[in-house]
């Protein structure tokens, strides 16, 4: 899977890690790699329900945080004129997710419209549901 979002924003599976001529031709200078960076969401599994929730509200504050920052470092390197490419295990699990933050964050669109924007190009994304509902809402609330 190989979709470029907006301008100079890409989202791929992990496949892409392999293909440096994809990066080398499209001037990728940024890569936002998701399998390393959101690899403490849904750890949890091995605790107790009290424990799992906690660790669950920790998860959506940390998630958040991590759209507010690197939604700002996606901007920086757009405004300089250079490319990223967002990566995610599948390309669906959390990288519709950092477009749909920039997208409210920088193009001032709701999350209603943003998702149907984002299904335009990805018709799998947020097929499941909204499963980080209370992560963006928390963005959202950052950002205003």
């Avoid at 936002?32 to 009290?50: A, G, P």
């Avoid at 390197?77 to 920039?102: A, D, Q, T, V, W």
Wanted: hydrophobic content about 40%; charged content about 25%.
């Amino acid at each position: 899977m190989l979709v470029e979002m907006l301008g100079g924003i890409w989202i791929s599976d992990k496949k892409i890690l392999n293909n440096t001529g994809f990066i080398q031709d499209k001037n990728i200078s940024g890569i936002v790699n998701c399998i390393k960076d959101l690899d403490f969401i849904n750890k949890n599994n091995e605790y107790n329900t009290y424990i799992q929730q906690n660790i669950k509200k920790y998860e959506i504050i940390r998630f958040s945080d991590y759209l507010y920052d690197i939604t700002e470092f996606i901007h920086k390197r757009i405004i300089n004129g250079e490319n990223i490419i967002i990566i995610c295990k599948s390309g669906i699990e959390f990288s519709p997710y950092i477009i749909l933050s920039y997208i409210i964050r920088y193009g001032l669109v709701n999350p209603d419209i943003a998702v149907k924007m984002i299904r335009t190009k990805i018709l799998e994304a947020f097929k499941e549901g909204f499963k980080f509902s209370d992560a963006i809402s928390r963005f959202q609330k950052k950002i205003s």
